[in-house]
Each structure stands twice: as structure tokens, then as C-alpha cells.
């Protein structure tokens, strides 16, 4: 027999586990993103009301690029409530002091969002549930050929 292929043989367990560890560590950073999606809360925001972009904060972007990401403040019966944007541009879009459509949620104020911010959560959730369900549909096939391949070893011992 030739020795790669012996050696493939002996190390087809091996490979199955490390390939299921890959994919459930996959499911798990999507199920965790999922899961801070949701915390947003932007499904809860249904009342409109107006926000003020108060500054623009610089952040960098994943390959190094600054962005502007806007500070935004929302008056609401004479409470105040100030939050980061969730999303940043690199040129920003609205001034310093300029007023913004918001939905906010009336049960909990500081949560309120732009047009842009709901898509920009609506559209990272969906590509979470996405993968999760693509990671997870993966990991039963792999089980099954992890199964079918200990059934395969136990077989050639017996």
C-alpha cells in the first residue's frame, strides 16, 4: 500500500475533530454576533422622533482606514440621551449640529437609530443567520462522516 495513503487512513479521526472543532468554533462567532444584533434593539424602535450628530469621533477600519463615526444626542421629555453610532463613513454625511430622523424604543429611549444604523443591523443579522445556518448544516454532514468513519475503523479491527 502506498505510505499517504496509510497515512491518511490512521489520521481520518484526527481530521474529522479538528474540522468539527473549526466549524462549531464557526457556528459559535456567528451565533455570539447573532446574538449582539438582537441586543441593538432596533425591532423595538418604532416611534420617530429627531437626533443631533453632536461630534464626529475618528476610529480606524479593519485595514487601517480612519473613519468618521458620529456622536449622536436625542432630547426626549426633557431627558437627554447621547450615543455612538453604530455605523462610521469615511466622509461623514450629515454636519456637526444637523438634525436626523430616529426611531427610538418608548419603553427605553437611549435606544434610538437611523435609517442607516436599522439596515446596517438588519443586514449584519441576516448575514449571521446565514452562516450560522450554513456552519451548522456543515456540522451534521461532518458528524455523519465522523460517525461513518468510526464505524469504518471498528469494522477493519473486528
Request: hydrophobic share 40%; charged share 25%; aromatic share 10%.
Given at each position: 500500500?502506498e505510505?499517504a495513503?496509510?497515512?491518511?487512513k490512521?489520521?481520518i ?7 468539527l472543532?473549526?466549524?462549531g ?14 441586543a441593538?434593539?432596533v ?5 420617530a ?47 456637526v ?5 430616529v426611531?427610538?424604543?418608548t419603553?427605553?429611549p437611549?435606544?434610538f ?7 446596517y443591523a ?7 443567520q ?29
Amino acid at each position: 500500500k502506498e505510505p499517504a495513503m496509510e497515512f491518511f487512513k490512521k489520521h481520518i479521526i484526527l481530521a474529522d475533530i479538528v474540522l468539527l472543532v473549526l466549524l462549531g468554533i464557526m457556528v459559535f462567532i456567528n451565533i455570539k454576533g447573532l446574538l449582539e444584533c438582537k441586543a441593538y434593539g432596533v425591532e423595538t424602535a418604532t416611534e420617530a422622533g429627531n437626533a443631533t450628530v453632536t461630534e464626529y469621533v475618528t476610529i480606524k477600519g479593519m485595514f487601517g482606514n480612519e473613519h468618521q463615526q458620529p456622536v449622536y444626542a436625542m432630547e426626549l421629555d426633557e431627558e437627554s440621551y447621547t450615543r455612538d453610532s453604530l455605523v462610521a463613513e469615511k466622509t461623514p454625511s450629515v454636519a456637526v449640529g444637523e438634525s436626523v430622523e430616529v426611531l427610538y424604543d418608548t419603553a427605553n429611549p437611549a435606544h434610538f437609530y437611523t435609517e442607516t444604523e436599522i439596515k446596517y443591523a438588519d443586514n449584519k443579522q441576516e448575514g449571521y443567520q446565514t452562516r450560522s445556518f450554513l456552519f451548522g448544516g456543515i456540522s451534521v454532514v461532518m458528524i455523519i462522516i465522523f460517525v461513518g468513519d468510526i464505524k469504518k475503523k471498528v469494522q477493519e479491527k473486528v
